[in-house]
Each structure stands twice: as structure tokens, then as C-alpha cells.
């Protein structure tokens, strides 16, 4: 019994070194989005390309929908278009944009110079409709499933090897689920 | 040789040497007060509606997190999502929400993660009491520490008939 209680201080010490250790490896960056599961807000906002037109959360058509947050002033933003005119091709998936806090003018031309890969971009000056889904920076990708539920969000600029191990399967999961 | 021809001794008496302390002592002194009162908060200009509102919005853009920035309240942060937050934090207050209220929406949109104070709930509470677990487990040990080595000297003290015997004869002496 004794020499068990003497252990003591080295058996906490051991738990607490695994404890610090694993905390080493864990990505402080990582951070789950508090909207998953939750429905996709409503909103009410003009299209980048047309000032009059509202466009709500209705007009997000499509089985599966990608709103990807993306802005002039953002730099990756524009590493991950040339993927994005890649992802719009994918027949399973609607790309639509959200212009975060930006310039329209600005955006404008970005999407005429590098071309557009969304079925339309929506204008979200104030950051409204940004600041109702969480968003924290751009550029971030939501996937949102058949019943209009905010399956992930994805903080960073898309790529191949982040499609493929990001995307592919939750699509994959969708398109099984709506099989049903 | 020459280099000892060029050696000149700096004196510095004692009388010197304690004003130069003094000296940068109380550069270091006030530098430290001066460095204190530096607020280096970024700034922005808000018109509240009264005194009240102001307060309200200090403390909770210092409890609440800035959600890009690994550990910085929005008071502190001049990122671009602290900055709108801020905003909306101001909105929110000027439409007269409450604490809770605001509490409530920004944990609804950005989770746990924006608030420096963890609701109590189910996966916090080890947060909350792990102290107190700690600090009683200290105590108990303490006590049951205590408590043996005390015994032990009881024990110790422990005489046998003939060294109590021997005991009471000196005491009786006198």
C-alpha cells in the first residue's frame, strides 16, 4: 500500500507529460464551425452583378450547394479561383459565391479578368449575411446538403488534395443519403 | 609598448557610481510607469447613447474572443473580423439587447470558442471544478499527512514502566 502512495507524484506526473505531449500535436488553428447542423440563415441581398435583384436563400438551387466566401482584398482567395472554375464543372455540386465586405466595383472586374465559375455571386457589403453563418475570414467554403442544412465549413483556399480529402466524401455521403 | 602608453585609467568614484544608479534606476522606474499606461488598442469611433452602453460594450468586447485570432479579445484585435464584430457588437448594444442576448448570438454563429468565460454545461464543468478537486485532494492529503505524523510521535513517546518510573522520580525530586 505504501509504495503504491509513493508512485503517486510520478503517475500524475506521466499522465500529465502524455497529456502536454498530445497537446503538442493538436492544430490550435483547427476550428469546428458552431453552424454545422444548423440551417443555412435567411437573407436578403443583391447579386454582385445586378444591384436591384434580392436574392434570398431560396435561390440557392441545387442539391448540393457550395457557397464559397471570397473577397478582392483576400489573397488566397485568388490561389484557389483557377480550382474553383475546376469545381464548377462537377455536375453534383452548384458553386455559389459570396462577396464578403468588398468593393463592387472591385469584385466586378476580378470576375470578368479571371472569370467567373459561379452560378452568381452574392453581395454582402456590410458582412451580414457573412456574420450570420460564422464566417471569420475568407477564403471559407460551406457545403450545404438537399434540405438546406450547413453540412461544413472549410477555413482556407481549396485545392486538389483538399477537394479530394475535404469535399469528395461528404459529397459522396450526400449523394447517398438523398438515394434514400 | 605603445599600447600601454595609451592606457588611460577612467576613474569613477563612489559618490559617481551611485548617482549613475540612481540615475537609470529611475529611468527604469518611470519607463515602467509610462509603459503601463500605454492602452495600444486599436480605435475606432463609436457614438453610444449614454455612459452606460459605453461601459457595456468595454467589458464585452473583452470577454468576448476574437474568432481568427488565437488569443486576443475583440477589444484588442485589429483584424478584420474583430473589427466588424466590434460593429455588430455596437449595433447589437444600441438596439438595446441584452448581455445574454448578445452572449447568446455570438456563440450561436462562432461556438464556445468566443467566449474567455465557458458556460457552465455538461463538457465545461471539469473546467470549472477541476481547481477545486485539486486544492480538496491537496487538503485531504495534507490532513491524513498531518495526522499520521502526529500519531507517530504519540507512539514514540510511548514509555516503557520502568522509564516511567524513572521519569516520575525526576520530576518528584524537586
Redesign the interface.
Given at each position: 500500500m505504501k509504495s503504491i502512495i509513493r508512485f503517486i507524484p510520478l503517475i500524475l506526473f506521466v499522465l500529465l507529460g502524455a497529456l502536454l505531449y498530445r497537446g503538442l500535436f493538436l492544430n490550435?488553428?483547427a476550428?469546428?464551425?458552431?453552424?454545422i447542423g444548423k440551417p443555412l440563415p435567411k437573407f436578403e441581398l443583391p447579386r454582385v452583378k445586378s444591384e436591384e435583384q434580392l436574392v434570398g436563400r431560396d435561390d440557392l438551387q441545387g442539391n448540393i450547394v457550395l457557397l464559397n466566401v471570397w473577397a478582392t482584398w483576400c489573397i488566397q482567395c485568388k490561389y484557389e479561383h483557377p480550382y474553383l472554375l475546376n469545381i464548377a464543372k462537377d455536375e453534383r455540386i452548384k458553386l455559389y459565391g459570396l462577396n464578403f465586405?468588398d468593393d463592387r466595383n472591385a469584385a466586378l472586374s476580378w470576375l470578368k479578368q479571371y472569370q467567373d465559375p459561379y452560378v452568381f455571386s452574392i453581395f454582402d457589403e456590410q458582412?451580414a449575411l457573412?456574420?450570420?453563418?460564422?464566417?471569420?475570414?475568407a477564403p471559407e467554403t460551406f457545403v450545404i446538403d438537399h434540405t438546406g442544412i450547413i453540412r461544413k465549413r472549410f477555413a482556407g483556399p481549396i485545392n486538389d488534395t483538399v477537394w479530394k480529402r475535404e469535399f469528395l466524401p461528404l459529397i459522396e455521403t450526400i449523394e447517398a443519403e438523398m438515394a434514400q | 609598448m605603445s599600447s600601454l602608453m595609451m592606457y588611460v585609467p577612467i576613474h569613477i568614484n563612489g559618490a559617481a557610481l551611485r548617482r549613475l544608479m540612481r540615475f537609470l534606476v529611475s529611468v527604469m522606474l518611470l519607463s515602467a510607469i509610462w509603459l503601463n499606461n500605454v492602452n495600444a488598442g486599436p480605435v475606432d469611433i463609436f457614438q453610444f447613447k449614454d455612459e452606460t452602453t459605453k461601459l457595456r460594450f468595454q467589458l464585452l468586447s473583452k470577454e468576448l474572443r476574437c474568432?481568427?485570432c488565437?488569443n486576443q479579445n475583440l477589444a484588442d484585435s485589429n483584424s478584420?473580423?474583430a473589427v466588424?464584430?466590434r460593429k455588430?457588437l455596437y449595433n447589437l448594444l444600441q438596439e438595446g439587447k441584452s448581455d445574454q442576448e448578445i452572449i447568446d448570438f455570438m456563440?450561436?454563429?462562432?461556438?464556445?470558442?468566443v467566449l474567455y468565460r465557458p458556460q457552465m454545461k455538461k463538457q465545461t464543468l471539469i473546467l470549472w471544478f477541476a481547481p477545486l478537486i485539486i486544492l480538496l485532494g491537496f487538503i485531504i492529503s495534507l490532513v491524513v499527512v498531518l495526522r499520521k505524523r502526529s500519531k507517530v510521535k504519540a507512539s514514540e513517546l510511548n514509555l516503557s514502566s520502568h522509564e516511567q518510573t524513572n521519569l516520575d522520580d525526576i520530576l518528584n525530586k524537586k
Open positions: 490550435p488553428q476550428m469546428p464551425s458552431a453552424m465586405t458582412g457573412g456574420l450570420d453563418i460564422g464566417v471569420f475570414g | 474568432p481568427k488565437q478584420k473580423i466588424d464584430l455588430n456563440v450561436y454563429r462562432y461556438g464556445d470558442f
